[in-house]
């Protein structure tokens, strides 16, 4: 196609033209806007600057805010409250620790910002004690959230809003006497003659061997007329973070208890929050009354336990408000993008009298989820029902906590974990041996008949019942004890075992950072989690690979390997392997076929399972490897024995029924 360029050029000069003529009529209706000055038709989208960035410089008295200029507000401070510190990290001179954690306060809000607890480390590379159990976080418009902070309040009949989150707080008092420490804040809220109507107090109050901060709100009417409050804001735990990088375990939790005594504990994941933040509401239950609320990890926890009143029996100041779950920021923590936390609403039932007050009590568990601790310490609290939803959904409780107080009796003997998985392997193997040896027994008599058994398939084709009645008259006939069944009973027997030790294993914590191999060693160091032979962070990676069926892989793992190993030579050496290839070839097939298929299921399940667990399973198989041998040869003894004093017995038997040989006579002497 020919091109016109005379009239191509001539198109664009008249573009240009046109596009200049446009920018310079615009520029002169709508004239550039100098920097710093507001746009006066589109408004201004920068979120509001977070209050910890509002804080007040020391000397400087903040702004009060209020919604009406001749309301009340709250009292400024002079100036922000030093941090404080209860508790301490530091063991005593007989290496325990007293003090279960260090509470830092922040001064702005009264609340502590973090928690550090003295008896673990976060890493096992750790060289000190600390692990940051609540941390400081930020909400999704950036601003800064802690532990048990006051939100938004409203009074009955005011319209104001009153801010008790930060920079309305002064320190009243700080007492550290043996055995607890205390520390008081206190808020004020003003008339418009800047006189106190609502005093808003918060004590904390930490003891030695408690792991248990007690905080106690009060409110203090220091007016001539009754007061309300109609809501309060309650934050609860903020900054607990990922444990397990195999799968998210983080969730809030809510226990009530039913009428009839039976608990219910309704509980939201992590996960689900970020999928859908609508879902972070937990429903109460109806007729229920609330016993505590919290958040948990795999092994830690931090729940809320609100007081009733001296004359009640009932929390009734929050049993009418619901308590919302939502997720959080953790900038403070590298590798840790959200946490999650709960909050929940207080409301007077009854008007506060003039110059009255009125308090309301907490008890904030912070530490190890370990039922030894709640039974011991906090019993008849049911902390434990934390564990609800964890590891396995058909673990047996019962069995569960069984295999705890097993392990631990062992671990107190042997002083190891790792040894003490295997001494439980070699219980659980002697308990079970008769039922093995007779497993073992039936096995080999069932292969010696399995040409019988075909001739019976042949004959009777088509006619399954007939097969069966008659397959079992063989069996009794050859003192064969239950078929088929009891050469599995004991894998049946051991599939509890292995479901109950998998949570026991899984969400112990005392088998946290506890190794069958010192910590030097790099391999097998923390049997609660993945064996770890090569860690994906020694090429620079920071977050695990999410797999399909696998969940986070940050490791290669050499403990699933084996035991797939051991798997495999269970499979290829049991008896109804051999018994399958004798006699039927279809049969055979599908033995070679679960040859493999069921170590590689058995890789998928369990690649990213605790290393105790594992070392459980193969330590098991391959003494179940070793037992089967033993029987067999114990067996085949016992058979050639019998076979030889058969053969013995029969042989005399012939010689007394023979008839006996003439003896020849002596020769003839001649003389």
């Not at 053969?647 to 006579?665: G, R």
Request: aromatic fraction near 10%; proline fraction near 7%; charged fraction near 20%.
């Amino acid at each position: 196609m020919d091109i016109d360029w005379k009239r191509f050029f001539v198109a664009m000069l008249l573009c240009m033209v046109i596009m200049i003529t446009w920018q310079t009529y615009y520029q002169k209706k709508h004239p550039p806007q100098q920097p710093g000055e507001p746009s006066p038709s589109v408004p201004s989208t920068k979120p509001e600057t977070s209050p910890a960035s509002r804080s007040p410089q020391p000397g400087q008295s903040p702004q009060i805010t209020t919604s009406s200029v001749s309301g009340w507000a709250l009292l400024p401070v002079e100036a922000i409250p030093a941090k404080e510190v209860l508790g301490s990290l530091d063991a005593d001179t007989q290496g325990s620790h007293p003090l279960k954690a260090e509470i830092t306060f922040d001064g702005s809000s009264a609340a502590p910002s973090q928690v550090l607890l003295s008896e673990f480390k976060y890493k096992i590379t750790d060289e000190k004690t600390g692990y940051p159990l609540l941390m400081p976080c930020e909400d999704e418009n950036g601003q800064p959230v802690v532990s048990f902070m006051l939100g938004k309040m409203k009074l009955s009949g005011r319209s104001e809003i009153f801010d008790l989150s930060y920079n309305c707080w002064q320190k009243k008092s700080v007492g550290k006497n043996d055995p607890s420490e205390t520390i008081t804040y206190v808020a004020t809220v003003i008339d418009n003659k800047r006189k106190p109507v609502l005093e808003i107090e918060k004590q904390y109050r930490y003891a030695a061997d408690d792991y248990e901060l007690h905080f106690d709100l009060r409110f203090v009417n220091k007016t001539e007329q009754d007061l309300k409050v109609e809501s309060l804001e309650i934050f609860g735990p903020v900054g607990i973070l990922r444990e397990d990088p195999r799968s998210e375990r983080r969730k809030v939790i809510a226990a009530y208890r039913q009428l009839d005594g039976e608990f219910k504990v309704p509980n939201v994941p992590l996960t689900n929050i970020l999928k859908n933040p609508e879902d972070g509401l937990l429903e109460k239950p109806k007729g229920a009354n609330l016993q505590w609320f919290g958040a948990a990890n795999k092994f830690f926890t931090a729940i809320i336990r609100p007081l009733p009143g001296t004359d009640k029996k009932k929390i009734d100041y929050l049993s009418k408000s619901s308590f919302n779950a939502q997720s959080l920021n953790t900038p403070e923590v590298k590798n840790q993008d959200n946490t999650i936390t709960v909050k929940t609403t207080l409301a007077m039932v009854n008007n506060l009298p003039a110059a009255e007050e009125r308090g309301f009590s907490f008890q904030i568990f912070m530490g190890p989820i370990d039922k030894e601790i709640f039974d011991k310490q906090y019993a008849g609290r049911h902390y434990e029902k934390v564990f609800a939803g964890r590891s396995c959904f058909c673990a047996f409780d019962a069995l569960t906590f069984l295999i705890f107080k097993l392990m631990k009796g062992i671990h107190f003997i042997v002083g190891n974990y790792g040894i003490a998985i295997i001494v439980l392997v070699l219980m659980v193997r002697f308990v079970l041996h008769p039922i093995s040896k007779k497993s073992q027994v039936n096995m080999m008599k069932m292969s010696k008949l399995g040409p019988k058994i075909e001739e019976i398939k042949t004959k009777y084709a088509g006619n399954k019942e007939e097969i069966q009645k008659r397959t079992m008259q063989v069996y009794k006939e050859h003192g064969i004890a239950g078929g088929m069944i009891l050469g599995c009973l004991p894998m049946m027997l051991q599939m509890p075992i292995w479901i109950a030790l998998y949570t026991a294993v899984d969400a112990n914590v005392a088998l946290r950072h506890e190794g069958l191999l010192p910590a030097s060693w790099h391999w097998l160091t923390d049997l609660s989690a993945p064996d770890r032979l090569v860690p994906f962070s020694l090429f620079g990676v920071t977050k695990p690979y999410e797999l399909p069926m696998l969940g986070g892989v940050d490791a290669f793992n050499l403990l699933p390997i084996l035991l797939c190993v051991a798997m495999f030579l269970q499979t290829k050496y049991s008896p109804q392997s051999k018994m399958s290839q004798a006699t039927n070839p279809q049969a055979a097939q599908q033995q070679k076929m679960m040859l493999y298929m069921m170590p590689a299921m058995m890789l998928l399940f369990f690649y990213t399972a605790p290393s105790g667990l594992n070392l459980y399973i193969m330590a098991s198989t391959f003494g179940g490897l070793i037992e089967q041998h033993f029987i067999r040869k114990h067996l085949k003894q016992e058979q050639v024995q019998a076979e030889v004093g058969t053969v013995n017995s029969t042989a005399k038997i012939i010689s007394k029924s023979a008839p006996k040989k003439k003896k020849p006579k002596p020769p003839i002497k001649y003389s």
